[in-house]
């Protein structure tokens, strides 16, 4: 299993992030060991559990922020592990498993899992994905007075619940899945900006491709659908080397 994770071409980070804890639940030694050790090199604190005992005391002394979970474990398998958590808990779970096919990979994100990883992996692609479930998290979090299942802004309605858009005469405007997503998005964080990265983050599962420039495709495309009867001018701000900003401003429909 050595070459499950190498310790080639891996560099420490330049960004430290002692302050999140990362759990790695993983029988194998060497491959546990191996991760732990990458990790702790890009600025994580880690710890290590073989099981999912060890996991669950380990969680009830400390704050655990990620776990990265293995499926082939003694005792309790990592899906009842993923199943159980997420009944009560919303840590992001990044699965590690050899089994690679896609009815695994579908049945680990079913019962909860934030990514999927296959094994044999790169280290670098492990470190890219927790990173980015990190900025997820920080970024996650709407306006708390947001929450509602209609956000209205400037005479528009945004469904979130039947993923519809009407506009100031009560009309449906056709939206691509990936148009909608991005649109709540921005929605629910009004007045901050937000990167081509971040908003690629945060528009994960909607079959977005994970690249900045399709990102401005879809603002390009959301602005042609919405602008042209904005009474503003503009709903979406370019911000110079930062991104985008939604300026509307945004109310519980």
């Given at each position: 299993m050595k070459d499950a994770v190498s310790l080639q071409s891996v560099r420490p980070g330049a960004a430290l992030h002692a302050s999140q804890h990362v759990l790695i639940?993983?029988?194998?030694?060497?491959?546990?060991?191996?991760?732990?050790?990458?990790?702790?090199?890009?600025?994580?604190?880690?710890?290590?559990a073989r099981s999912g005992v060890e996991m669950q005391r380990l969680m009830e002394t400390s704050r655990v922020d990620l776990i990265v979970l293995d499926l082939m474990l003694p005792g309790e398998d990592g899906l009842s592990i993923c199943h159980r958590l997420r009944a009560s808990s919303a840590i992001p779970i990044i699965i590690v498993s050899a089994k690679s096919d896609d009815f695994d990979?579908?049945?680990?994100?079913?019962?909860?899992a934030d990514d999927y990883l296959a094994k044999p992996f790169n280290p670098r692609e492990l470190i890219a994905r927790i990173r980015a479930l990190f900025r997820r998290m920080d970024l996650g979090a709407a306006v708390p007075s947001l929450h509602g299942r209609r956000l209205g802004f400037d005479g528009w309605v945004l469904d979130c619940v039947a993923h519809s858009l009407h506009n100031r005469q009560g009309a449906i405007v056709t939206l691509t899945p990936a148009e909608l997503a991005l649109l709540q998005v921005f929605c629910e964080r009004p007045g901050r900006v937000?990167?081509?990265?971040?908003?690629?983050d945060l528009t994960t599962g909607v079959n977005i491709s994970s690249t900045g420039r399709n990102i401005d495709i879809l603002v390009s495309r959301l602005r042609s659908k919405l602008e042209?009867?904005?009474?503003?001018?503009?709903?979406?701000?370019?911000?110079?080397?930062?991104?985008?900003?939604?300026?509307?401003?945004?109310?519980?429909a």
């Amino acid at each position: 299993m050595k070459d499950a994770v190498s310790l080639q071409s891996v560099r420490p980070g330049a960004a430290l992030h002692a302050s999140q804890h990362v759990l790695i639940v993983e029988d194998d030694p060497e491959i546990g060991c191996l991760m732990e050790q990458h990790l702790t090199a890009h600025g994580w604190r880690v710890s290590l559990a073989r099981s999912g005992v060890e996991m669950q005391r380990l969680m009830e002394t400390s704050r655990v922020d990620l776990i990265v979970l293995d499926l082939m474990l003694p005792g309790e398998d990592g899906l009842s592990i993923c199943h159980r958590l997420r009944a009560s808990s919303a840590i992001p779970i990044i699965i590690v498993s050899a089994k690679s096919d896609d009815f695994d990979r579908v049945i680990g994100l079913e019962v909860g899992a934030d990514d999927y990883l296959a094994k044999p992996f790169n280290p670098r692609e492990l470190i890219a994905r927790i990173r980015a479930l990190f900025r997820r998290m920080d970024l996650g979090a709407a306006v708390p007075s947001l929450h509602g299942r209609r956000l209205g802004f400037d005479g528009w309605v945004l469904d979130c619940v039947a993923h519809s858009l009407h506009n100031r005469q009560g009309a449906i405007v056709t939206l691509t899945p990936a148009e909608l997503a991005l649109l709540q998005v921005f929605c629910e964080r009004p007045g901050r900006v937000l990167s081509r990265e971040q908003l690629v983050d945060l528009t994960t599962g909607v079959n977005i491709s994970s690249t900045g420039r399709n990102i401005d495709i879809l603002v390009s495309r959301l602005r042609s659908k919405l602008e042209p009867s904005s009474s503003g001018g503009q709903y979406i701000r370019t911000v110079r080397a930062g991104g985008y900003e939604f300026v509307a401003e945004v109310s519980v429909a």
